[in-house]
C-alpha cells in the first residue's frame, strides 16, 4: 500500500501555500490524503462540500493526492485510513509554537504516527485562509495567491 500521508487543515479556503505543500509532500509519499476538519463549531465561509470541491478541481491532474473531510480526532482519522504520517505545513517561527503543542499532543494519543513538518516557498509565508478572507471580504485582489477557482468563488461569496 505504500507510505500514506494526512494533510490535515481547515481550508478555508485552499490557498496556493495549501497547493504548495501538497506538491512536496506529494514527491515524498505514496498517497496524501487532504483531510478537512468537519467542525460545525467554527464558523466557515465554505461548507465542507464547497471546499471539497474547491481542493478536488485546484488539484486537478494531481496524481496520488484525495480529499476527504473528518471530524473528532486527527489521531482516529489517521487510524482509520491508516497513515503513517501527519503532514503540517511551517510558514515561519511564529507557526513553531502552536504546531509543536499539536505534534507533541498528537504524539501523546498516537505514538505510531509521525508528524512531518514541511517548509512553504518563500513566496507563501504571508498566505493565510483568514488574510485571504479579509481581503477578498473588502474588495481586494487575490489573485495569484489561491488557485483561479477559488478567487473565483470568493467573489461569488462576497
Ligand atoms: O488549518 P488549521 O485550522 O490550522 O488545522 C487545524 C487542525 C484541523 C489540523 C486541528 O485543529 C485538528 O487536528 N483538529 C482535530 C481535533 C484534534 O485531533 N485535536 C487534537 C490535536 S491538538
Known amino acids: 500500500m505504500g507510505k500514506i500521508a494526512i494533510y490535515p487543515?481547515?481550508?478555508?479556503?485552499?490557498?496556493?501555500?495549501?497547493?504548495?505543500?501538497i506538491e512536496r509532500a506529494?514527491?515524498?509519499f505514496d498517497n496524501v490524503i487532504v483531510s478537512i476538519l468537519h467542525n460545525p463549531a467554527k464558523n466557515a465561509l465554505f461548507t465542507v462540500e464547497e471546499r471539497i470541491d474547491l481542493i478536488e478541481t485546484s488539484l486537478k491532474g494531481m496524481k496520488n493526492v484525495t480529499v476527504q473531510s473528518f471530524n473528532g480526532l486527527l489521531v482516529d482519522f489517521a487510524?482509520?485510513?491508516n497513515a503513517d504520517?501527519?503532514?503540517r505545513g511551517m510558514r515561519a517561527v511564529s507557526d513553531f509554537d502552536n504546531e509543536f503543542h499539536m505534534a507533541m499532543m498528537n504524539r501523546r494519543l498516537n505514538?505510531?504516527?509521525?508528524?512531518?513538518?514541511?517548509?512553504t516557498g518563500m513566496r507563501w509565508v504571508f498566505t493565510s485562509s483568514?488574510?485571504?478572507?479579509e481581503v477578498a471580504a473588502f474588495g481586494g485582489s487575490v489573485e495569484g495567491i489561491v488557485p483561479p477557482y477559488v478567487e473565483q468563488k470568493l467573489k461569488e461569496k462576497y
Open 85 to 87: 504520517v501527519i503532514i
Open 130 to 133: 483568514s488574510g485571504i478572507k
Open 79 to 81: 487510524e482509520q485510513v
Open 26 to 28: 506529494q514527491k515524498l
Open 9 to 21: 487543515g481547515s481550508f478555508d479556503p485552499i490557498t496556493n501555500g495549501h497547493v504548495d505543500i
Open 111 to 119: 505514538r505510531k504516527i509521525q508528524t512531518v513538518f514541511l517548509m
